[in-house]
């Protein structure tokens, strides 16, 4: 008896418990494809809300006076001149415009327009600087904000540079902050005090073991940017905690397909 009981448990539980069940979504630099979005864009981050997703990635610069700003690549064109973004003052980089008519977004404008988000958690990438000292200035100013506005609980933090989340381990300790350089395993991370890896979907293709091995050690699992049907797909069957995408729709589509 004891046995049949233990067997029609063990059915209940993975009845309710899919494999993809717990996967949620990161839309990448926001939920940019969509009219009047950007990326980056404070549109992007309401979108991204809007698709009650698990979080909405942006990417964050000091730029060369000092102030915390909004964008991807170190470089930009701007009406045929090239800005190096750690090198150029707030003041020019403010004249460029996003693809949907925003001006390039502060920091601090971003969270500001965070604390009014429902649904998302916000998901900073530090950028790697020319320097430690730049990137620790950055550091402490964002987390400040943060703090500052009451977020600690809805913000997480990624960094291709060690530098970074050695500095957010000495003064934000128990913020959730992930590796994204893919180049160490997952008791290396575990070791670091990490939260876990957010590693590039070709690295989870060559190590699709360290998924299982992030879990067992209890550590979180985040690939990017996952866009394609089977890319998803066999994302989802190996179970990681968070797929970060261009393509926040299909996932979702995906995803509800699977029940």
């Known amino acids: 008896m004891n046995k049949r009981i233990f067997l029609i448990i063990a059915l209940i539980v993975c009845v309710l418990s899919p494999s993809f069940s717990q996967t949620q979504i990161i839309g990448h630099r926001g939920f940019w494809k969509t009219d009047g979005s950007a990326q980056n864009s404070i549109a992007a981050l309401q979108k991204a809300d809007s698709l009650k997703l698990y979080g909405s990635e942006v990417d964050l610069w000091l730029s060369a006076d000092g102030i ?9 064109t701007d009406n045929g001149e090239k800005l190096v973004v750690q090198n150029t003052t707030f003041d020019r980089l403010r004249k460029v415009v996003l693809s949907n008519g925003e001006p390039m977004p502060t920091a601090e404008e971003y969270l ?13 990438e530090f950028k790697t600087h020319a320097t430690a000292d730049q990137e620790r200035i950055l550091t402490q100013k964002v987390v400040d904000m943060v703090n500052d506005r009451g977020l600690q609980d809805r913000v997480e933090y990624i960094a291709f540079g060690i530098n970074y989340l050695n500095v957010l381990n000495d003064i934000a300790p128990d913020a959730p902050a992930y590796y994204l350089n893919g180049d160490m395993a997952p008791n290396v ?6 939260s876990g890896i957010d590693y590039n979907l070709n690295v989870i293709k060559k190590y699709p073991e360290w998924v299982k091995e992030c879990h067992d050690l209890g550590l979180k699992v985040n690939v990017w940017t996952v866009n ?32």
């Not at 915390?68 to 930009?76: E, G, L, S």
């Open 68 to 76: 915390a700003v909004v964008n991807h690549d170190a470089t930009i």
């Open 112 to 124: 500001d327009e965070f604390v009014k988000c429902k649904n998302t958690k916000l998901i900073i």
């Open 189 to 194: 991370v575990k070791a670091m005090g990490l």
């Open 228 to 259: 394609k049907m089977e890319d998803i797909n066999i994302m989802l069957d190996l179970n990681v905690d968070f797929i970060t995408t261009d393509e926040p729709l299909l996932v979702k589509e995906i995803i509800e397909s699977r029940k």
